[in-house]
RNA sequence: GCGCCCGUAGCUCAACUGGACAGAGCAUCGGACUUCGGAUCCGAGGGUUGGGGGUUCGAAUCCCUCCGGGCGCGCCA
């Protein structure tokens, strides 16, 4: 639609030329078509008038109207009006919208996903979660972001690759694998002392009886600190293996900071940055010189202990992606590390790298409400929720679209009320019912003996009305939402979008007058139908996308 | 103190990235068809978009400033 309209209001800008009522100028402005939120204002609307009106120096109406007066329509568009301060306001023909409806029809779910890829490759770096210990409630928000935005690369025609990068090689893994000693000792009646920063969790007590029960007292003196880092790793890790699993998430390639520490990469990193100044040493340690890069202040690179910190191999890490040539590359990380990922951007440029590719999808922190209450979160206390205890109290659905459900930038109040109740008012629920209806539908229409035909291009929609035609002006606008979200990276959009088709649905089906099946109107039933089964695929690809169920009984 | 993000209806959040009258859900109050699923629908009230200035045809959106909240400012990640 929005390329019919570009087209023909250029023609109409070069005929207005020609009979000198705009200026030369006037063909080189960027010509924005959009779809009014008020269908009162037509099926498609142009600002271009009030963008010309300064260069032109004339009144934005009196420009939109010599436009309009040089427009020559095609038979898809009916009818091209002047409105308000000088919009340009355009309707399409009722024939457009059957052969767009017929098309979602027939192309199944995938009509939801526009193919803009071009199979240009993508890598998505996603959780990252280092293993010490399970995905919290802040992880699943992560995990979903990153998982749905590869998820709509994927659907888009893009080449995804889904990458899961931790950190192994850092103080915390010490901590981890001593905190595991503590209490295997303690399981051996040897009462030993926690470090400060100690792992409490009850978790790891279960890995330290774990070892006893596989080496009994065997590694209660001189045993390699490295066996309970492993232990530890190994458990931990399959264990969040199974929770994504239950989020159907999954990843490609996994990457650590060991190894880059190991083949030399890292070390690399150093001499790079030395080469260029960027370095300095205090303290005995090594630093990034911060302000030669526009950074408030110097960050280690390398500790006095002659071990790097988590930020070096991090920097390797983006130069090991940019080498192996996407042609975007995504980050997800929470607002906690913001400050880590503009040193790395700094670094990485100030090395000569193009980070164009680059971009970061930064998330606000998730909060848990019960009942008006916030649900304290610690790791050290008790009232500790794991993203696996949240999955097991309101299912995967539930989850992944309310992780969904905001902009990324915004916090997230995560209501595990309303979460768990399978009413109207969960947000999931009403979109999925919507789906369950429509297949109800279809399950009613095969008992009447009611069938589309395989082949829709046959079918007469004529009998649609005004308000079908409105749901279908809807569903048929998937696809650019879709496209808007991938460009801007706002998955948030399509959930939003889901809600609004699902309740114009609702709101119509509602209506006796709107029976979708009836006998005594056979040609009505199939144009109806055929709606339905556009209606149908919006919504299961649009679940799709998000990877929530679409189901057809509730 | 400095940096980043946020502030929109009583609550939780949208607003197509500068467009037309700022919209949903929850909560509150009042209603609905004897046929396809009432997990639905219709209606009502509720706003100076935190305050103030600026930019322009036009601002919730951009700039400045103040107020309030979150995060960061480790030889943790």
């Known amino acids: 639609m929005k390329e019919i309209i570009v087209t023909i209001l250029r023609a109409a800008i070069a005929r207005a030329q020609a009979q000198g009522k705009l200026s030369a100028a006037a063909a080189s402005a960027p010509i924005v078509v959009e779809a009014p939120k008020d269908s009162a204002h037509g099926d498609a609307a142009s600002n271009l008038a009030l963008a010309l009106a300064r260069g032109e120096g004339k009144p934005p109406r009196a420009i939109a109207t010599a436009i309009r007066d040089a427009l020559v329509l095609p038979a898809e568009v009916t009818e091209a009006t002047v409105a308000g301060p000088g919009f340009l306001n355009f309707r399409m023909a009722p024939a457009y919208w059957h052969q767009e409806l017929k098309r979602a029809a027939a192309q199944g779910r995938s009509y939801v996903s526009p193919q803009i890829g071009g199979g240009r490759r993508v890598q998505v770096e996603f959780l990252s979660a280092n293993p010490t210990g399970p995905l919290t409630v802040g992880h699943g928000r992560n995990a979903v972001l990153g998982d749905t935005l590869a998820r709509l690369f994927a659907a888009t025609g893009y080449r995804v690759t889904r990458e899961y990068y931790f950190n192994d090689g850092g103080r915390q893994m010490k901590l981890l694998g001593e905190s595991v000693r503590v209490r295997y000792l303690e399981e051996l009646g040897r009462p030993a002392a926690m470090p400060e920063d100690g792992y409490q969790g009850e978790y790891i007590r279960e890995i330290a009886r774990g070892l006893q029960t596989n080496h009994g007292a065997a590694l209660a003196e ?17 264990e969040i293996k199974q929770t994504c699993e239950k989020l159907g998430v999954s990843f490609d390639v996994y990457t650590n900071e060991l190894d880059l520490m190991r083949d030399g990469r890292v070390d690399a990193v150093m001499a790079a940055l030395r080469e260029r100044g960027l370095v300095v040493e205090r303290d005995g340690a090594q630093w990034l010189a911060g302000e030669k890069l526009g950074l408030p202040k110097d960050q280690v690179l390398i500790r006095s202990t002659g071990e790097p910190t988590y930020r070096t191999p991090d920097i390797a890490y983006h130069i090991d992606k940019l080498k192996r040539g996407f042609e975007l590359i995504i980050d997800v990380f929470g607002a906690d590390h913001i400050a880590e990922h503009v040193g790395v951007i700094a670094a ?21 409400t019960r009942a008006g209450e916030k649900v304290k979160m610690s790791t050290r206390k008790a009232t500790y929720v794991t993203l696996d205890e949240l999955i097991d109290e309101v299912g995967v659905d539930v989850v992944r679209f309310f992780f969904l459900f905001r902009k990324h930038d915004s916090h997230l109040d995560f209501d595990l009320e309303l979460a768990r109740r399978q009413a109207p008012e969960n947000p999931v629920f009403y979109v999925q019912y919507a789906h369950a209806r429509l297949a109800s539908v279809f399950r009613e229409a095969e008992r009447a003996g009611l069938a589309l035909p395989a082949d829709a291009a046959g079918i007469d929609l004529t009998p649609l009305g005004s308000e079908e035609l409105e749901l279908a002006r809807r569903a048929v606008a998937f696809p650019e939402v879709v496209a808007g979200a991938v460009a801007d990276l706002e998955p948030h959009r399509i959930p939003f979008y889901l809600l609004e088709l699902a309740g114009e649905f609702h709101r119509y089906y509602n209506k006796p007058a709107n029976r979708i099946i009836n006998p005594d109107d056979p040609r009505l039933s199939i144009a109806r139908l055929l709606l339905a089964r556009a209606l149908m695929n919006g919504i299961a690809g649009g679940l799709g996308l998000l990877g929530v169920n679409a189901p057809d009984r509730m």
């Open 222 to 238: 001189n045993a390699d600190p490295e066996i309970f880092v492993k232990a530890a790793v190994a458990a931990i890790f399959a």
């Open 348 to 368: 990485l440029k100030a090395l000569g790298y193009d980070t164009a590719p680059i971009r970061a999808i930064i998330y606000q922190f998730v909060t848990l």
